[in-house]
């Protein structure tokens, strides 16, 4: 028999959630049957899939030794410890990411990934230890593409974890970006909607002008900071927030990125040598609202990443 005993990062899970967590090996067939025959229980009684575990409760397997994971993964020490940090307390952390670098493992499978940094970094300073921890993981709460750089948050305990991923979806934290785009849009400001369609086999997206089948709405406002004869220095600010939606959009109202290549074009990019888009997250604001919680003390505080070098560039470069 193994007990499990539910710390802060593990309580408000609901225990068949938290089970598939903590007890990764453990299929789910099996694990429901368990349940089913008090395999599983609760404080020493009968176990609930619905409940909402508590700091404190209790929970006991009574299951063969080869479903508990004996060493958990300690993969992410072998990323690299390079790491540009914005901000960082108790609760989170804000990392500038560079351009190039994959926030998760993607197909290359490669251990050097933006939230393995932020792992070692966090195991070293002896915060994280996935030994002591039964079902979280300290975690991103948004993500930008592989060629972007610039702000990403990541969570160090479960409690941010869900406030910062309530606030994305309550639109209460505000992401301003830079890009440079081809041309000079008109007008110099604007609030512009239309709507995005996924296609998954070729990882690219579409824009509609007008809704459309699996067609999502996307918002999306622009300001023109500099201009030269031929491009422009744009601040964008997403108010909703969609697969490649800075990319797509513009590209849509004819003023592709520079350097992007899925959406821009070839040539412009090539006059340029360029390989990545121009494109960094360089601002954000937080904007809570409602009932005082555990972030509550950064309401109203906003962060910028210090260097954004086609911004500083831009009149020479472009």
């Not at 225990?15 to 049957?33: E, H, I, M, S």
């Not at 998954?200 to 500099?226: C, E, H």
């Not at 360029?274 to 972030?295: E, I, P, V």
Request: charged share 30%; net charge positive; aromatic share 8%.
């Amino acid at each position: 028999m193994r007990e499990l005993i539910i710390a802060s990062n593990d309580a408000g899970q609901r225990l068949d959630k938290f089970l598939t967590k903590a007890v990764p090996r453990l299929p789910q067939g099996l694990l429901y049957k368990y349940l089913r025959t008090k395999r599983i229980k609760l404080n020493g009684g009968r176990a609930e899939i619905s409940f909402r575990l508590r700091q404190g409760d209790r929970v006991q397997l009574y299951i063969h030794d080869e479903f508990f994971q004996e060493n958990p993964s300690m993969d992410f020490l072998r990323a690299s410890s390079g790491l540009k940090l914005l901000y960082e307390d108790e609760n989170l952390l804000l990392a500038d990411k560079e351009p190039g670098l994959c926030v998760h493992e993607d197909n290359d499978h490669t251990a050097d990934t933006l939230i393995n940094r932020i792992l070692r970094y966090l195991h070293e300073k002896g915060e994280y230890d996935p030994r002591q921890e039964l079902s979280f993981t300290p975690a991103l709460a948004n993500r930008i593409d592989r060629n972007t750089g610039g702000i990403v948050l990541a969570a160090k305990n479960a409690e941010a974890l869900r406030i910062l991923n309530e606030a994305i979806r309550e639109r209460q934290l505000h992401k301003f970006y830079l890009c440079v785009v081809d041309g000079i849009p008109q007008p110099s400001s604007a609030t512009l909607t239309a709507y995005l369609r996924r296609d998954a086999n070729k990882s690219t997206v579409q824009v509609l002008d007008r809704p459309g089948p699996d067609a999502r709405t996307i918002v999306t406002r622009y300001r023109v900071i500099r201009h030269s004869r031929r491009n422009s220095l744009l601040e964008v600010e997403l108010l909703t927030g969609r697969t490649h939606q800075i990319r797509a959009h513009m590209a849509h109202i004819g003023h592709p990125l520079l350097g992007d290549g899925k959406y821009g074009v070839g040539r412009i990019n090539r006059e340029y040598s360029l390989r990545q888009q121009l494109l960094y997250a360089y601002r954000l604001r937080f904007d809570f609202q409602g009932a005082a919680h555990l972030l509550s003390y950064l309401d109203g505080q906003e962060f910028t990443a210090p260097q954004v070098w086609f911004r500083d560039a831009f009149e020479e470069r472009f």
